[in-house]
């Protein structure tokens, strides 16, 4: 089975994606299922994950109606308020949502660098492996030590870093980047997702050789058995069609056996959100 394992879904209102700016416009839209479709078929994919880009209890909900209308998504990784004290409450009420496979929070804009350990957010991480739910970490470089500390609390919890901790790509800035990713990856239990590299580098004028040293870090520190592809649709149009952002990864995995493939382009996103077979 093929899996993209890293999508969105919207229906645009501007007051509610404020962070889609004037360099963005072509975002300015809904993009729904029906949208999606035919791109997953024309590469071959079987289905996706949709993540949340809202922060919002509804939007959780919707994404999971816009699942069971759609047999092409395969899972949904939604919000609830991990810092809330009725946390426990809001994961109860979810609990029959079959395709609902994970949660995710904003942490990359949150003021407080170090937000990943504030006391009430731990404690509603604590509360997800019992609940079958995967964590999404979504960061930025400068987060990845304190996200080190984060994944060692919970040996048993499920990981995975959105876009590779969106390394400084256009820039060609390679470290502390790379020697942190390593720290991180140490922990068997944090995936990593091979997606939103092309919102990192040039978007007008961008090749493959751009991130390359940047595969190579992933596949040297987590293993082809940790690593999935993903393509940040649609926010990935901005810097390029879906094809063309998921042939990075898939031209690259050429020079690895059928196997390697395999795992990354689906294997190892339906072993780590325990995907039912297609």
Not at 12 to 28: C, F, G, H, Q
Not at 45 to 56: E, K, L, N, P
Not at 238 to 259: H, Q, T, W
């Amino acid at each position: 089975m093929r899996i993209d394992a890293h999508q969105h879904f919207w229906s645009y209102k501007a007051a509610e994606y404020d962070w889609i700016d004037e360099s963005m416009t072509r975002l300015r839209r809904d993009f729904l299922p029906s949208d999606l479709e035919p791109e997953l078929r024309q590469k071959g994919f079987d289905g996706s994950i949709a993540v949340q880009a809202r922060q919002s209890l509804e939007e959780t909900n919707w994404l999971l109606k816009l699942a069971a209308g759609s047999p092409r998504i395969l899972g949904v990784v939604g919000w609830v308020d991990l810092r809330s004290p009725d946390v426990r409450k809001q994961l109860e009420n979810l609990r029959g949502e079959t395709k609902l496979v994970g949660v995710r929070h904003i942490a990359q804009s949150e003021p407080d660098e170090r937000f990943l350990l504030q006391a009430e957010f731990l404690r509603g991480i604590a509360m997800l492996e019992g609940f079958g739910l995967t964590y999404d970490i979504l960061i930025y470089p400068r987060h990845l030590a304190v996200a080190a500390e984060f994944v060692q609390r919970f040996p048993q919890q499920r990981f995975v870093l959105d876009h590779l901790a969106k390394p400084l790509i256009k820039k060609r800035i390679e470290e502390p980047w790379k020697s942190d990713l390593r720290e991180l990856a140490k922990w068997p239990n944090v995936f990593c997702k091979l997606s939103g590299m092309v919102t990192e580098a040039d978007w007008g004028s961008w090749k493959a050789e751009d991130f390359r040293s940047y595969l190579d870090a992933a596949f040297e520190y987590f293993g082809a058995e940790r690593l999935m592809i993903g393509s940040d649709w649609p926010v990935c149009t901005v810097a390029g069609s879906y094809s063309a952002v998921m042939n990075i990864v898939m031209e690259y995995l050429r020079k690895f056996p059928g196997e390697v493939a395999d795992a990354v382009l689906g294997g190892n996103a339906q072993r780590f959100w325990r995907l039912a077979a297609g």
